[in-house]
């Protein structure tokens, strides 16, 4: 999760009083506004329960402040959400989540009320959820696999996104909604009939992939999203296996055209829209594709020739994000703010250099290198496990799917570690990702 405070505005009191009202986004996108009150209430009930292990809130200053006093005090409340977001014990504890769910029904005004939430399929079909406006993410997905009779061991694996529809029929995955976002006010709060909640996979793992498809309604979540991403050209296969994966499709045969597909170049990757990347020169329009072992970057270059570069996931140190410019609070590039991406990379004889990436998926491209950075952790953890693997109150025996017990509460320790890897740099309005000693 990428917490940031990229603006703020001046309210007044019913009294005449005034006070600062803090743009809260998450993820690239605005999740909330809150008082500095609000925050310091919040970090008051969680100081009760987790103590020194909150990060410093910034103090009150009870005369007017300046506006570098002012700025200072919204960095500092920035970096406290930023902190707080990387600990798993702390951002998935019950005051934390609540409290995120009601600022965000207050700041867009949607009463609780029964609605009806139409999920997308990969394939453009829909499953319509009979749910709350308040319902969480994490509830309105349960409620989706009910729907769809699939077994809750596989919900581990499938994730709520909020896409928006570009022409053709195809789609752009705008973000990966957070367990306590609430799926209908977010969507709402977009304002843009193009935008829907998709279900999609959350993993990149190519191996979990046969603990999915063991299950029939996985099987059909799988198939439905890889028919989708080769229409869209996500992964190309060649002539010969697009031959076979057609004949397969038209008979109806799923596992076997997952069981092709999984052999094409590229498969499971997650695919951003077009950008900019500065290598191998500046300002080369790209593609890049995020996969459980590399980031592919695949670059146009003045010849008109493509160049295929591969970044080994195991030699990115560190990564960030970066809002550039100013805005009004509305991190867009209409609104005069660019995102960009940028990550160190190993070239070998301890040779590091910086990648930078100008997307407006950036976050969306950092949860995605998050997410695998994860998953390598847990399985190296399992690797390292003999026939089992001992914790407090816990015993993993190897048959049991380690990906699903990080899923448990019980894996919080494990996520923590995980998480405070996340640093954040001193520079303004950057977010630090895992670095690789600590995977």
Sequence with gaps: MHFNIPATEEQIDKLGGRFVVYHVYLDGFLY??????DMYKLDEELRRVFGDCLPPFPPKYYLSMTETMADERRLLLEHYLQKVGANSSISTYDIFCMFLIKMQQE???IPIQNCVLEILLPDGHEVRADIQSSDPAERVLEIVFCKMELPRQVMGYFSLF??????????????KLAPFELPYVSLKSMNNEQCVIMI????????????????????????????????????KPTNEQLEKLRLLQETGQKKEFLEVAQ???????????????DHPVPNSPAVVRVGYEEINCCTKLLSNQAEETSFEISKVRCWSVRLLGTSTGN??????????????????????????????????????????????????????????????????????????YMKTDKARPILTRIKSAVRRSKEDNVFEGIEDKDL
């Excluded at 909020?162 to 973000?175: A, F």
Aim: proline content about 2%.
């Design 263 to 277: 052999q094409v170049k590229h498969y499971g990757y997650m695919q951003a829209e077009a950008c900019i990347c």
């Design 162 to 175: 909020l896409v928006e529809g570009i022409s053709g029929g195809q789609y752009s995955v705008l973000k």
């Design 331 to 404: 991190p867009s590039e209409e609104d005069g703010i660019k995102l960009e991406l940028r990550f160190e990379y190993c070239y070998g004889n301890d040779t590091w250099k910086w990648i930078t990436i100008h997307t407006h998926q950036a976050f969306l491209l950092s949860t995605f290198m998050y997410q695998v950075g994860a998953e390598h952790a847990a399985k190296n953890l399992e690797m390292n496990s003999e026939m089992q693997i001992e914790m407090p109150d816990v015993q993993i025996k190897k048959k049991q799917s380690f990906f699903q």
């Design 107 to 109: 700041t867009f005004k």
């Design 32 to 37: 909330c506004k809150m008082r500095y009150s």
């Design 200 to 235: 999609r996979k959350s993993y990149f793992d190519p191996e979990i992939d046969r603990t999915v498809m063991g299950s029939s309604c996985g099987l059909n979540l799988l198939y439905l999203q890889a028919v989708s991403d080769m229409e869209m050209g996500c992964w």
